[in-house]
C-alpha cells in the first residue's frame, strides 16, 4: 500500500512562507510525476501544481511566481515552497502520485493521496 505523510502546514501571517513535504513510499519514486491540489472549505479541490520526473514543473496561474514545486529522489519526498501568501491560499494542501493519464493538473490522472495538511493565512 502506498503511503503520502505531509508535513509542513501551519498558521501564516499574509506575506509570510511555508514549505510544505510529501514524503511517499512509491517506489521507484523517480519514475513517478507528483502534484500538489488544495481544497478551501466549501469548494471542490483544485491543483496546485505538479513536477514530472524531469523536474518539469506546472502551476495553478494564482500561484506562479509565488509557489515552487521541487523533488529529491535520494529522499522519497516532494516540497511545496510556498512565498507570499495570501488568505485565498487558506486550505487543506495534499499530495498525489500521478500513477494514470490524463492532464496534470486533473485529479484523475493521481492514484494516491496524502491525508492532507491544513495552511491558513491570516490578514
Known amino acids: 500500500q502506498v503511503q503520502l505523510v505531509e508535513s509542513g502546514g501551519g498558521l501564516v501571517l499574509a506575506g509570510g512562507s511555508l514549505r510544505l513535504s510529501c514524503a511517499a513510499s512509491?517506489?521507484?519514486?523517480?519514475?513517478?510525476?507528483m502534484g500538489w491540489f488544495r481544497q478551501a472549505p466549501g469548494k471542490e479541490r483544485e491543483f496546485v501544481a505538479a513536477?514530472?520526473?524531469?523536474?518539469?514543473?506546472s502551476y495553478l496561474e494564482p500561484v506562479k511566481g509565488r509557489f515552487t514545486v521541487s523533488r529529491d529522489n535520494a529522499k522519497n519526498t516532494v516540497y511545496l515552497q510556498m512565498n507570499s501568501l495570501k488568505p485565498e491560499d487558506t486550505a487543506v494542501y495534499y499530495c498525489?502520485?500521478?500513477?494514470?493519464?490524463?492532464?496534470?493538473?486533473?485529479?484523475?490522472?493521481?492514484?494516491?493521496w496524502g491525508q492532507g495538511t491544513q495552511v491558513t493565512v491570516s490578514s
Open positions: 498525489a502520485v500521478r500513477g494514470n493519464s490524463g492532464s496534470y493538473s486533473s485529479a484523475t490522472a493521481y492514484d494516491y
Open positions: 512509491v517506489r521507484p519514486f523517480s519514475m513517478y510525476a
Open positions: 513536477i514530472r520526473t524531469t523536474g518539469t514543473a
